[in-house]
């Protein structure tokens, strides 16, 4: 506190000659800067203590964005028929009869009417969707590309898998995985149209083998044609399947994905208790130096700093150390997230990323949290008068 002092009483020259009566942010800056480098080791341990609670919270922001729009994604022109479980896909049976009053239903304004297999399958402590449609419609309905191999035979027992499936699991071309019972060799990795969904792919024919249930399926894809009306269509196949669900397939994603998506609020409210979290921390350690340093802070209001302007210091003070925690941690954070491109989470694919504004939206809440907590730290011990800081 020595070189605040000395800086203090050039500044109240200057102030007078200016005729100014409060230092300027930039001198209470600099002031607050030359204490932190007279007591470097205090000071890098107040740094470290926040380092955790800053790193952690860029760490959530980004699993929290990713979750946000989990299953918000799909082709709106495929209009997806099926029943009201959607979380229980074992139990949706779907016939010939279906299919045909979907197919009259949509008529002309109808590219394709086809049906989907679909299947959870828990593999490696994994849970994977298993999908099932005719090769032929992978690319032109479901928006697959194939980007290894070649697609599978319906005569063989054979599978592609997602590129998702592929970076979770290690799987690739010619590994050989039991399904259902049944070993399956991968003959082709495929990319998904922005699904995000970590799924196998059977050809349909040999899916209704596999579950020995011919002509059943849980789905059924209408793929509407770009000039047509998707809100009239969707309307004629309610009337025509009465109880069943029609909804476009990026709807019917975020009503299956939805329990997995609320733990993006889960993350958000984590991402708000750090914020606090650093609030304290800074509240803790200007408590901290105000019950070590009395004297000095009693020095400098006898030297004519007052109660306001001692907190503003420590305020900044305060900022300083959360800034310097909040590099660290931005530091340490982002090649994680950048070495961790994507994650399997109940079969759906999570690709957390640090976006910019979410990034600067932290900082200026977390400067601003560590100058509240530092300054209502302080108001309570600045009340005392000078003396008793002088005498404790």
Do not use: H
């Not at 200016?18 to 341990?45: F, H, K, M, Q, Y």
């Amino acid at each position: 506190m020595k070189a605040l002092v000395k800086a203090r009483m050039k500044a109240r020259v200057k102030a007078r000659v200016n005729g100014r009566r409060r230092l300027p942010i930039g001198a209470l800056t600099r002031l607050a800067v030359g204490d932190l480098r007279a007591e470097p080791l205090r000071s890098v341990l107040a740094v470290l203590v926040l380092i955790p609670v800053a790193a952690s919270w860029f760490l959530l922001a980004a699993v929290a964005d990713s979750l946000g729009t989990l299953g918000r994604t799909g082709d709106a022109r495929n209009v997806v028929v099926t029943e009201q479980d959607v979380f229980d896909l074992s139990n949706i049976r779907l016939g010939s009869e279906q299919l045909t009053a979907a197919t009259e239903a949509a008529g002309d304004d109808a590219e394709s009417v086809s049906a989907l297999v679909m299947r959870v399958v828990e593999l490696d402590d994994r849970v994977l969707q298993l999908r099932a449609a005719e090769p032929a419609l992978w690319g032109a309905v479901y928006g697959l590309q194939l980007v290894e191999g070649r697609l599978p035979d319906p005569t063989a027992d054979e599978m592609a898998v997602t590129s998702a499936v592929r970076l979770s699991t290690g799987w690739d071309v010619g590994t050989r995985q039991r399904v259902f019972g049944t070993e399956f060799t991968i003959t082709a990795v495929m990319e998904g149209s922005g699904t995000k969904i970590a799924s196998l792919w059977l050809p349909l024919t040999r899916a209704e083998v596999l579950f020995d249930r011919p002509g059943e399926f849980q789905m059924a894809v209408v793929r509407v044609r770009a000039d047509a009306d998707g809100d009239a269509v969707r309307d004629r196949l309610r009337a025509a399947l009465p109880g069943l669900l029609v909804l476009e397939e990026s709807a019917i994603q975020a009503e299956a994905t939805r329990g997995v998506r609320s733990l993006a609020d889960l993350a958000r409210i984590f991402t708000a208790i750090g914020i606090v979290g650093l609030a304290v921390g800074c509240a803790n350690t200007t408590a901290l130096t105000l019950a070590e340093r009395a004297r000095s802070v009693g020095l400098l209001r006898v030297i004519g700093f007052g109660p306001g302007e001692v907190r503003r210091l420590l305020s900044v003070r305060a900022s300083i150390l959360t800034a310097a925690a909040l590099v660290v941690g931005l530091a340490a954070a982002w090649p994680a997230v950048a070495s961790q491109k994507s994650f399997v989470l109940r079969s759906y694919t999570i690709a957390p990323q640090l976006e910019p504004l979410p990034v600067a939206a932290g900082c200026v809440l977390s400067l601003a949290s560590a100058w509240l907590g530092a300054a209502l730290a302080s108001r309570r011990a600045l009340r005392r008068p000078a003396g008793e800081l002088l005498d404790g």
